[in-house]
């Protein structure tokens, strides 16, 4: 039975996809199809340089329903998926990676939002195919999230999700520059829930962040989400003066009772180590902030669209009067 009273929303980010996007085409609009009477398939080229953009093409002729959004470079996953959210029209959206999340799940998870909760968010079992290393470091950052910065972030969460109609519009209402869909998700509130699933894998070798994505990603993450970097920073400075300031009475008092005082070329030496690292310290911790800070100032748009692509046909049940009825003709 078609659950005909709501429409839902499926986006999805692309990049040099096009050994993949067929078949996840297919999968996911067969379950759209069978599932619901109304619904859309937004994919988001994030500037392929493959034959993604082709096999998409392709897809608009063979099937109802679909759209591409074609940004005019490479902006970034999260940027990705800003646009096409920013564009959906269905009461539910739904987040995927065409790479490693089952379309099966879509109805599940749209049942589980319909329920009353604001957003259903992904956690995989297990995080099979990354290395130790990445293992601890993402160990780490939940940690510190959870714990430290109070900001929730579950353990091993993805960006397979369900927003409702509600919660999507207080989350794209947000402009800041630096996009993080799991932080921003926990920042809106609307209430949250889980589900646990095993990822799939459309590729014989899957795509992993290298260690300098994952620490970039990881860094950005924490500036964009809190000023406790900086505080921490600045209380360790507070510490550090003391110990200078009661080092300095030391040498005085020294100076005034020693009769022979020999100049103490280690202890100078590591004084001065210390305060040049702390400094430094500061400077780096200072530039990142104000690198941000100008990107933020700057008001530039967050993406520009080449083009968008649809179905001939954008609307299943053309007798729901509350959504456009009109679209394009596929065209190459």
């Known amino acids: ?40 398939l937004v994919l988001v080229d994030d500037g392929s340089s ?37 564009s959906v029209i269905g009461d539910f959206a739904v987040v995927m990676q065409p790479d490693r999340d089952p379309p099966e799940l879509i109805a ?22 990354d290395s130790l290393l990445l293992r601890t470091g993402a160990r780490l950052l939940y940690w510190y999230f959870n714990r430290i910065l109070k900001i929730s972030l579950p353990r091993n969460s993805t960006d397979f999700r369900v927003f409702s109609r509600q919660a999507l519009n207080a989350m794209i209402s947000i402009k800041d520059r630096l996009r993080y869909l799991r932080t921003f998700s926990a920042y809106v509130g609307y209430g949250s829930e889980s589900f646990t699933y095993e990822l799939v894998h459309r590729r014989k070798r899957p795509r992993s962040k290298t260690l300098g994505q994952a620490v970039r990603t990881a860094i950005s993450m924490v500036v964009a989400n809190s000023t406790h970097p900086l505080r921490a920073v600045s209380l360790l400075g507070l510490a550090l003066s003391a110990v200078n300031t009661l080092y300095i009475i030391y040498v005085v008092l020294v100076r005034l009772l020693a009769e022979d005082v020999v100049p103490g070329w280690a202890t100078l030496s590591l ?58 003709e596929g065209r190459e």
Do not use: W
């Open 108 to 129: 599940r998870i749209v049942e589980q939002c319909r329920m009353g909760v604001g957003v259903v968010f992904g956690v995989r079992k297990d995080r099979k195919g």
């Open 1 to 40: 039975m078609k659950r005909s009273d709501c429409f839902v929303s499926v986006v999805a980010p692309l990049y040099n996809d096009a050994d993949i996007i067929e078949s996840f085409i297919e999968d996911v609009i067969g379950v759209l199809r069978r599932e619901y009477a109304n619904y859309e």
């Open 271 to 328: 004084q001065v180590s210390v305060m040049l690292l702390f400094v430094f310290l500061i400077l780096s911790m200072l530039c990142e902030y104000v690198g941000r800070l100008l990107g933020e100032v700057r008001d530039r748009p967050l993406y520009y669209v080449l083009e968008e692509r649809n179905s001939s046909v954008m609307i299943a049940n053309e007798e729901r009067k509350n959504i456009v009825t009109d679209s394009e």
């Open 50 to 86: 493959d034959e993604t953009v082709d096999k998409v093409s392709e897809a608009l002729r063979k099937h109802e329903c679909i759209r591409l959004v074609r940004l005019s470079r490479r902006f970034g996953q999260e940027t990705a998926l800003s646009a096409g959210l920013d």
